[in-house]
C-alpha cells in the first residue's frame, strides 16, 4: 500500500510558476507508475501527466504539453510537477495517483488508479 500527499498549491498570477510535490509512504515506491490528475469546480477530474516507475517514459495531457514537466525522485519517494506559463484555466484541486503499471491505454483514465492523495489547490489569477 501506498499513501500520498500532495504540497505545493497556491495563488499565482498567469504567467507564473508553481512546483508540485507529491511524497509517498509505504513499501516499494519505485513499483508504481504515477499521475497527476485536476478537478475543477463543477467540472469532471481530468488527467495532467503520468510517468513510469523509472521514470523513463512521461504522458501529458495535450492542453499542459510543453509548460509543464512530471519527474519522479525514487530515493526520496517523491514525484514533482513543475508547472510554468500557468493560465487561470489551470485552476484546480490537483490530486497525484498511483497504479502498478502504466500503459497507453489505462495512463489517462482516472478510474484506473489505486492510490490517491488528498489534493492541493492551485489558483491562477488573470
Known amino acids: 500500500q501506498v499513501q500520498l500527499v500532495e504540497s505545493g498549491g497556491g495563488l499565482v498570477q498567469a504567467g507564473g510558476s508553481l512546483r508540485l510535490s507529491c511524497a509517498a509512504s509505504?513499501?516499494?515506491?519505485?513499483?508504481?507508475?504515477l499521475g497527476w490528475f485536476r478537478q475543477a469546480p463543477g467540472k469532471e477530474r481530468e488527467f495532467v501527466a503520468a510517468?513510469?516507475?523509472?521514470?523513463?517514459?512521461?504522458y501529458y495531457a495535450d492542453s499542459v504539453k510543453g509548460r509543464f514537466t512530471i519527474s519522479r525522485d525514487n530515493a526520496k519517494n517523491t514525484m514533482y510537477l513543475q508547472m510554468n506559463n500557468l493560465k487561470p484555466e489551470d485552476t484546480a484541486v490537483y490530486y497525484c495517483a498511483a497504479r502498478p503499471t502504466l500503459t497507453n491505454l489505462t495512463v489517462r483514465i482516472h478510474t484506473r488508479y489505486i492510490y490517491w492523495g488528498q489534493g492541493t489547490q492551485v489558483t491562477v489569477s488573470s
Open positions: 510517468i513510469t516507475r523509472a521514470g523513463g517514459s512521461s
Open positions: 509505504g513499501r516499494a515506491f519505485s513499483s508504481y507508475g
